[in-house]
């Protein structure tokens, strides 16, 4: 029985972190290429996806485990990517069209890269909780501040973002304005040679 819950996790793991990779695919097609309508919708379908395989994921080993799934640092980042998720579904039940997606879906990939990837597998195994984190308030506590976590980095970064659009937008003025300014004075120079 073991097997086949470890063996599930296993892959819904993977199956997330190539769902999340291919949004990511498409982010970049949009972004490079046009915006296809089309493109926008499976890309909210792809997170969807995630967020249920992620949750699979954390089921299956909150099942296996007898606890919840915060035991490790890998179990703390698969949580985090789980959060990502949520962070998207919010603002896409209101308006369906969810431009944090492109925030949202590289720092999802990023936690669940590095929990599945960075992380040796010793790291992946389930523990046993430490005494103080086995209160129930105490998890809850954990749980919402990674919940808390997920949503200060996406505001960060959503700051960052609005710096880089900002200063993006006053060079290009001040490049066009460069460039002008250039025009005029090779012109007044071939002048200056006629």
């Not at 493109?39 to 606890?67: C, D, P, Q, Y």
């Not at 209101?94 to 999802?108: C, E, F, M, Q």
């Amino acid at each position: 029985m073991f097997m086949i819950f470890v063996t599930l996790e296993h892959i819904l793991t993977h199956i997330s972190f190539s769902i999340i990779s291919i949004v990511i695919m498409i982010h970049l097609m949009n972004l490079l290429v046009y915006e296809i309508e089309g493109l926008r919708n499976s890309l909210e379908k792809g997170m969807i996806a995630t967020f249920f395989s992620i949750t699979g994921f954390l089921v299956i080993r909150w099942i296996s485990s007898g606890h919840f799934p915060l035991s490790n640092l890998y179990e703390s980042l698969i949580f985090l990517s789980w959060s990502f998720s949520i962070i998207h579904m919010i603002p896409y039940l209101g308006n369906h069209k969810n431009d944090l997606s492109a925030i949202i879906a590289p720092s999802a990939i990023f936690t669940q890269g590095f929990a599945t990837s960075g992380l040796s597998i010793e790291m992946h195994q389930s523990a046993i909780l430490v005494p103080a984190l086995q209160s129930q308030w105490l998890m809850m506590h954990v749980s919402m501040m990674l919940l808390s976590y997920a949503a200060l980095l996406c505001g960060s970064l959503l700051s960052v973002a609005l710096i880089v659009i900002t200063f993006r937008k006053k060079i290009d003025f001040d490049l066009k304005k460069t460039f002008l300014n250039f025009l005029s004075l090779r012109k007044s120079f071939f002048f200056f040679l006629i």
